[in-house]
């Protein structure tokens, strides 16, 4: 059995499984489509991004876009004859890489049914020649940023004089925060330990969530693809010319590694791990920094604090005052300042940064 | 023909290096089209001898734009990005066309953006501001109980810490929106913070406090509480308008003269607290790497800093020698400007300029320098010193102290080498 075969046996087996009998909203597919905004883009002059532009998806040979770094195993999915269509692109975005092993889609998948028809009939929109695929709805071409329709005003009217007014404060607005809301937002933690959920995660568990919801942009070993920061490696290389400021090489607190993940990463689909899951992946950067060196090892709440980074006490208090072009308050000189005629030493076009060079970037990385 | 533009540079979103090395080519070619102003007219003008369309035909009525936008022969006044300065444009930066602007405020839709997670898109109905930590009574607020506080209108600039960030090793990009271009300013209205804190009753134990956003980036920073109870305000207007949604809408945190990344948009939560966070943005970020490779932290406030718009090499000397203005912005994060000096000869004399327009504490100033050029090359530098007395380093100074890898906190002065063609480039001199 040829391994574009096999595929499509794997497809077939999840097809039997996949039913597209429920209603397909395009507008409910706008919303999921924000799971997939961080990649792709679709739309009027949309262009490849991580991932390759969703114009005209429908009917399209699977790695067919000129000039887009498919994974190997898309392209010989491609060669082989696979075309997106409702079938094949709802059985993909179910679970990406259970379909297709190699793919470089880091997306997980989309679990619901529902949220996946939604999804298709809202990138339908964007395939003009999708006509033989339309579902029984053909669904109307949405602008993405459509204008939110107007709110009615939720709260009956009440008459002024018979509305209560709170006790707390100096105007008395707002109301109490309910300590379930509280819980569900406070989710910061400091480099004391304060705010760590309960939980635990070890370097084997941590291996697995990197590889698949980290990799794509951090590299496999925290090296980063592309201008995507660079986690691990860079040690002792502070002074120098080009530092790598990684979280074995920079971070001060392991708190904030902790803490970033659960309230931002995913990149594109944050707050998707579990506690558990942080621990383990912050349990793993703190392997690829050689930070620990035990897969075993288990990072959790009771031990947090047990482990500190190298570079914690190189970090000091804004000085700026003392520095020798602030602290002469003299009078600034207004003629004859400098002696002989301004010369050229460095010019702008002279000093070429080329966008593709690493070598050649700028000293002002912007992450 | 006067109507035409002058053809500038890149007129298309997303500067690409390869546009930038050659904008200063084309830039220099202006001088040629653009000179008509001093010439003596030999012939009648036809645009005046001979009726226009605009003269004889009517145009648009009312409402032909519900939302009034620029003339279209103002199109290419946009913001521009550096492609290759990030990963992805979620999480990036783009520039305000300081060459376009005058006066102090910089319009809605040309202040610079800076996301960590793209914008978020919310609902104001569905706005929630909760008040947790350290206080008698954690409080959630509406935007309609938000606009129920006595409200202040303040007009601040709004500077990242990267600004400038790309010159540290010496001069690399060549017009002002790019070297000087992550800057705003702009007509605030909104709550003083401290009220907002007193309804919820801060506990004497509280020192820091930590905005988040409610963004996907949840972006987060650690406040010190003298700074919140200070001049922090709680926005929703900006120049009069709602906050536009790249800015944050419908409300942000205004932290006056600090570092624009402290400045939450989409504010959803404060919590307070007893010590700092160490949140990503001011640990792995936002700190200042030295030369023997320690790092400062908590650099909040911006320094005293000018930067001279026109000429510049996006916007070159167009009309030969003789009566030329000179003109850029000035602000401090201590206070008001004092005085801006401009350099015609790379600092070896100087003249102080003219300020005008309103002149408030940490808020841009616009400033003049009017003179005869006699068309020969210039060496422009501007120099601001502020209230408190603080001058604008030159960048080699700033290097002495730092070394080229802090990234933050460049506020070194900049110089336009002006040729006799009128064309400007972004130079280093002696």
């Known amino acids: 059995m040829s391994k574009s075969l096999k595929l499509f046996a794997a497809i077939g087996l999840i097809l039997a499984s996949t039913s597209l009998a429920q209603a397909q909203d395009a507008d409910a597919g706008a919303k999921v489509f924000k799971k997939c905004k961080a990649c792709h883009a679709v739309g009027d002059g949309a262009r490849n991004r991580v991932g390759p532009h969703l114009n005209s998806v429908f009917g399209r040979k699977a790695a067919s876009i000129e000039g887009f770094k498919y994974s190997k195993a898309m392209s010989v999915a491609g060669s082989g004859g696979l075309v997106w269509n409702d079938e094949t692109l709802a059985a993909f975005l179910t679970k990406p890489r259970k379909m297709m092993k190699g793919t470089k889609m880091a997306f997980s998948g989309l679990k619901k049914e529902k949220d996946r028809a939604n999804l298709l009939a809202f990138l339908k929109s964007f395939s003009p020649d999708a006509a033989s695929a339309a579902a029984p709805e053909t669904p109307k071409k949405q602008e993405i940023a459509a204008a939110p329709a107007p709110t009615e005003p939720k709260a009956k009217p009440v008459a002024a004089k018979d509305a209560p007014i709170p006790e707390h404060g100096v105007f008395h607005l707002g109301r109490a925060a309910l300590v379930e809301e509280v819980k569900a937002w406070d989710i910061d933690i400091r480099p004391d330990g304060q705010g760590l959920p309960t939980g635990r995660g070890t370097v084997a568990q941590g291996e697995p969530i990197y590889t698949e919801n980290c990799a794509v942009c951090h590299g496999d070993f925290g090296e980063g693809t592309g201008r995507w920061p660079i986690l691990a490696g860079g040690q002792n290389t502070l002074t120098d010319e080009r530092p790598e400021k990684t979280i074995g090489s920079y971070w001060p607190y392991l708190s904030t590694v902790y803490d970033y993940i659960r309230r931002a990463m995913p990149f594109g689909d944050a707050r998707s791990l579990s506690d558990d899951d942080v621990y383990a992946v912050t349990a793993y950067l703190l392997f690829l920094n050689d930070i620990v060196t035990d897969e075993e090892f288990e990072l959790s709440n009771e031990n947090f604090n047990n482990t500190r980074l190298p570079n914690e006490a190189n970090f000091f208090a804004d000085n700026r005052k003392e520095e020798p072009q602030n602290t002469a308050r003299s009078e600034p000189c207004m003629t004859d300042c400098k002696p002989g005629k301004a010369e050229v030493t460095m010019r702008a076009r002279v000093l070429d940064v080329t966008p593709d060079s690493k070598e050649g970037e700028g000293a002002g990385a912007i992450e | ?430």
């Open chain 2, 1 to 430: 023909m006067p109507e035409k533009q002058i053809d500038r540079p890149g007129t298309d979103k997303g500067l690409s290096r390869r546009k930038l090395l050659t904008a200063g080519v084309a830039a220099g070619g202006a001088l040629a089209t653009g000179a008509v102003s001093a010439k003596a007219a030999s012939t009648p003008d036809p645009l005046i001898t001979e009726i226009q369309d605009w003269n004889r035909y009517l145009g648009d009525g009312v409402d032909a734009n519900p939302y009034g936008m620029p003339s279209e022969f103002e199109k290419n006044v946009v913001r521009r990005d550096v492609a290759w300065l990030t990963a992805d444009s979620k999480s990036s930066i783009n520039f305000t066309p300081l060459h376009e602007l005058d006066g102090i405020i910089t319009p809605n839709g040309l202040c610079f953006e800076r996301h960590h997670g793209g914008v978020a898109e919310i609902n104001p109905v569905d706005h929630r501001l909760m008040i947790n930590g350290l206080v008698d009574k954690p409080l959630v607020f509406t935007m309609e109980d938000l606009k129920r506080f006595p409200r202040e209108n303040r007009v601040y600039f709004l500077e990242c810490a990267a600004n400038s960030g790309m010159e540290w090793r010496g001069a690399q990009l060549n017009g002002c929106q790019f070297t000087h271009g992550m800057v705003h300013n702009v007509m605030y209205t909104g709550i003083p913070l401290k009220h907002i804190l007193n309804e919820a009753g801060v506990k004497a134990s509280a020192k820091w406090l930590l905005p988040e956003g409610a963004d996907a980036s949840a972006m987060t920073r650690s406040l010190p509480i003298e700074k919140a109870m200070d001049d922090c305000l709680v926005a929703f207007k900006m120049n009069g308008e709602a906050l536009r949604p790249e800015q944050g809408y419908p409300v942000r945190l205004v932290v006056p003269g600090w570092e624009g990344n402290m400045w939450i948009k989409w504010l959803r939560r404060i919590e307070l607290g007893d010590a700092p966070w160490h949140q990503r943005e001011e640990t792995s970020k936002y700190t200042d790497l030295m030369a023997n490779g320690k790092a400062r932290r908590f650099t909040w406030e911006m320094d005293v800093k000018s930067v001279i718009t026109n000429p510049s090499p996006q916007a070159p000397i167009t009309h030969g020698k003789g009566q030329t203005v000179v003109t850029g912005v000035a602000w401090s994060g201590a206070g008001k400007i004092k005085r801006v000096d401009v350099s015609i000869d790379g600092g070896r004399n100087w003249k102080t300029a003219r300020i005008d327009g309103p002149s408030l504490s940490k808020s841009i100033h616009r400033f003049y320098y009017d003179f005869e050029w006699d068309g020969s090359e210039l060496f422009l530098q501007s120099r601001a010193i502020d209230e408190v007395g603080n001058v604008q380093p030159t960048k080699n100074e700033l290097r002495a102290a730092r070394g080229v890898n802090s990234i933050y906190h460049n506020n070194g002065i900049q110089t336009w080498h002006v040729k006799a063609d009128g064309s400007a480039e972004n130079v280093e001199i002696s």
